[in-house]
C-alpha cells in the first residue's frame, strides 16, 4: 500500500494554485445528465470522488469525453438506465445526487442507499421530505432509494436541518419540476451558488442562491451550456493552515478570497498575516501562535471539513484551544495520532480541549478520513523528524496532486510503496 513518508520541520514558502471545488465539482456533474445537449465543464479537479462519480454516470449510459485533465464534456442524451448501483455509493456518498438529477429529468430514480460514514451517522431524511414534497413517491426497498413521480410540482419546502446535500438535490429536482419550489433554511456555501449558476447557464431560473431562501422556476427543458467550475476553498484552506503550522509564507493562487473569511479571521486571530488580493491570500506565520476557539457551523461559519486542519494547528498554539464541532458527531478521530505525536489534546462529546506544545514528533500515522488525512500530513510537516501516513487514497479523494503541491513549497515529501522506499527517502532527505 502506498503511504506518505515526510520528513518535518521546513517552513512551507512560495505559490500554491488552488483547483476546482470538489463538492461544486459532484454536484455539477450530476446536474450536467439533465439536459439532453452536450455540456462542457471546464476547472473540474482530478480527485478520486469527480472520478468516480464520472464512472457511475457512464454505467448508465452518459457519454463523457475528457477533453483535458481539467475540462469534460457530457451528453446525457441516451441515457440507459435510472438505477445507480451500490458500487459507486460506496465508494462516494455524492453519487446520490444523481437521485434528484435523474427524478428532475427522467421522473424516476433508483439509488443504493448510502451507509454510514466514518465521520458519523448522516441521514438523508431531509432529501427525502423535500422530494416528497414535489410529489414524488419515495420508499426505500432492498437498500435502494425508489423514487418515482407522474409529475412534479414545485412547492415550498423548510429544511429542518441546513444540508448542502438536500439543498442541492432539491434544487435539481425542482428545476424541472411544474411552477415554483421554494427552500427555506437552505445551505449556502459557496458550491451551492455554484450549483445554481449552473444551473441557470442551461436556462433554468435560481433566484436566491446563497441565501437561506432559494426560489426555483422549474423549465421543461434544458440545454447547453460551457461552466467553469469555482476554486476549491476546502484545498485552500488545507494550505492556509499548512502555512500556519509549519511557520511558513504561503501564497494560495486562484482562489475566491471571500469564501476564506471564516478561515482568515481565525489565522489572523492566532498570530498570522492574511494579506488578501483578488483572487490570491498570502500567509505568514512567523510570531507565535497563540489559542482560541473555533466552533464549526453551515456557512459562512467556520467549515467542519478544515476542523481537523485547525485543531493540529492550534495543538502548536500557546495556551488552552476549544474546537467544538457541532456538524458531524465523529469528527476527532485522528486526535489518537496527534497525541502519538505529541499532541496534547483531550476530546469530550463534540469538544476537543487543547493544550499547545512546542512541538509535534514524527510518527507512523494512518489517516481516517479525507479532512483529518490532511490534517495528520501537516501535522507530520511541522514535526520534528520522519512520519509516514497510510490509507492516502482517502486524501486522494478530495486534494489533487497533494504531495507534488507540497513539494513545489519546499515539503519533504513523498510516497512510498515499501519500507526499502522509506529507508531510500530518509538517505535521500537526511
Ligand atoms: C457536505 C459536504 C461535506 C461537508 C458537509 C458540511 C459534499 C459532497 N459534501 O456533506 O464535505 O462536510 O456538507 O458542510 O458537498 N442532515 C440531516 N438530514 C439530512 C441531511 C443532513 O439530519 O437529510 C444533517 C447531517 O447529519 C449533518 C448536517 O445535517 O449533521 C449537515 O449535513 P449536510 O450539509 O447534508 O452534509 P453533506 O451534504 O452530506
Known amino acids: 500500500m502506498e503511504q506518505y513518508a515526510i520528513k518535518g520541520g521546513t517552513p512551507l514558502v512560495g505559490e500554491v494554485e488552488i483547483g476546482g471545488a470538489k463538492n461544486a465539482a459532484l454536484a455539477i456533474l450530476a446536474a450536467a445528465i439533465m439536459t439532453d445537449e452536450t455540456v462542457t465543464i471546464d476547472n473540474l479537479p482530478d480527485v478520486r470522488d469527480t472520478n468516480v462519480l464520472i464512472q457511475a454516470m457512464e454505467s448508465i449510459g452518459v457519454i463523457v469525453e475528457r477533453i483535458g485533465r481539467h475540462s469534460v464534456k457530457i451528453n446525457a442524451a441516451n441515457v440507459n438506465s435510472l438505477v445507480v448501483e451500490d458500487d459507486y455509493i460506496k465508494k462516494i456518498r455524492a453519487s446520490y445526487y444523481l437521485l434528484g438529477a435523474l427524478l428532475g429529468k427522467y421522473k424516476r430514480a433508483e439509488v443504493a442507499l448510502p451507509g454510514g460514514c466514518n465521520i458519523g451517522s448522516r441521514p438523508i431524511d431531509q432529501h427525502i421530505k423535500g422530494f416528497r414534497a414535489l410529489g414524488a ?27 448542502v446535500g438536500a439543498t442541492i438535490n432539491i434544487m435539481m429536482a425542482a428545476a424541472m419540476a411544474e411552477g415554483q419550489t421554494i427552500i427555506e433554511n437552505a445551505a449556502k456555501e459557496p458550491h451551492v451558488v455554484d450549483l445554481a449558476n449552473f444551473l441557470n447557464s442551461m436556462g433554468c431560473n435560481v433566484k436566491g442562491a446563497g441565501t437561506d431562501v432559494i426560489r426555483i422556476k422549474g423549465v421543461p427543458r434544458l440545454h447547453a451550456t460551457e461552466y467553469t467550475i469555482i476554486p476549491d476553498q476546502i484545498e485552500a484552506g488545507t494550505f492556509m493552515f499548512a502555512a500556519a503550522a509549519t511557520k511558513g509564507d504561503v501564497t494560495v493562487k486562484n482562489v475566491i478570497p471571500k469564501h476564506l473569511e471564516s478561515l482568515t479571521a481565525k489565522l489572523i486571530e492566532i498570530g498570522c498575516e492574511v494579506e488578501e488580493s483578488d483572487d490570491a491570500v498570502r500567509v505568514v506565520a512567523t510570531k507565535k501562535l497563540t489559542h482560541t476557539h473555533v466552533k464549526t457551523l453551515a456557512y459562512p461559519g467556520f467549515p467542519t471539513d478544515m476542523q481537523p486542519q485547525i485543531t493540529v494547528v492550534l495543538g502548536l498554539a500557546e495556551g488552552t484551544s476549544i474546537v467544538t464541532e457541532s456538524i458531524f458527531e465523529n469528527r476527532f478521530k485522528y486526535v489518537d495520532e496527534l497525541t502519538r505525536m505529541g499532541g496534547n489534546v483531550k476530546v ?11 512541538k509535534y514528533t ?7 478520513d479525507l479532512r483529518a488525512g490532511a490534517a495528520l500530513v501537516i501535522a507530520a510537516l511541522a514535526a520534528e523528524g520522519f512520519s509516514t501516513v497510510d490509507e492516502i487514497q482517502y486524501i486522494g479523494r478530495g486534494y489533487e496532486d497533494f ?15 515499501t519500507e526499502r522506499d522509506f529507508q531510500k527517502f530518509k538517505l535521500k532527505v537526511g
Open 137 to 163: 413517491d419515495v420508499r426505500i426497498e432492498h437498500g435502494l432509494i425508489i423514487t418515482e413521480a407522474e409529475k412534479l410540482k414545485g412547492n415550498h419546502i423548510y429544511l429542518d436541518v441546513v444540508s
Open 348 to 358: 469530550e462529546g463534540n469538544t476537543a480541549i487543547i493544550d499547545g506544545v512546542a
Open 362 to 368: 514524527g510518527a507512523s500515522l494512518t489517516a481516517p
Open 403 to 417: 504531495h507534488l503541491k507540497l513539494r513545489e513549497l519546499g515539503a519533504q515529501i513523498d510516497k512510498v510503496k
